[in-house]
């Protein structure tokens, strides 16, 4: 749990200079942005839920990841080289979904079972 947390600050710290640089990663794909917003929250979503076992993944963790997401996009309107896109607010919230539907197969996993014993 604690490596959890630690792993979820350094991706909420690295994600968020990432949002706000001029020169964030590019993967030099077509549509490699909406792909980096993706697998952040992807991630992102593991972590939360990783970082607080004793809670269902469920609108506890999921609003405040979105709120997130939208905080960044906030941030970038405000930001020269950076602009707001509601495509990748919704890129993010289809990241945190795609999480929330593969727990069943996780839970099958047997070096992640742990995260799911009562």
Request: with cysteine; glycine share 6%; proline share 4%.
């Amino acid at each position: 749990m604690i490596l959890s947390r630690l792993m979820l600050t350094a991706a909420v710290v690295l994600i968020s200079w990432q949002a706000t640089v001029r020169s964030g990663v590019d993967l030099h794909v077509e549509n490699g942005d909406k792909l980096l917003h993706f697998l952040a929250f992807a991630v992102l979503a593991v972590l939360v839920d990783f970082a607080f076992p004793k809670s269902r993944f469920g609108m506890f963790k999921i609003i405040p990841l979105i709120l997130y997401g939208l905080a960044i996009e906030y941030v970038q309107s405000f930001l020269p080289c950076r602009s707001a896109s509601l495509a990748d607010l919704l890129v993010d919230i289809v990241g945190i979904g795609s999480y929330l539907v593969s727990i069943p197969m996780l839970q099958r996993l047997p070096l992640l079972q742990a995260r799911w014993v009562v």
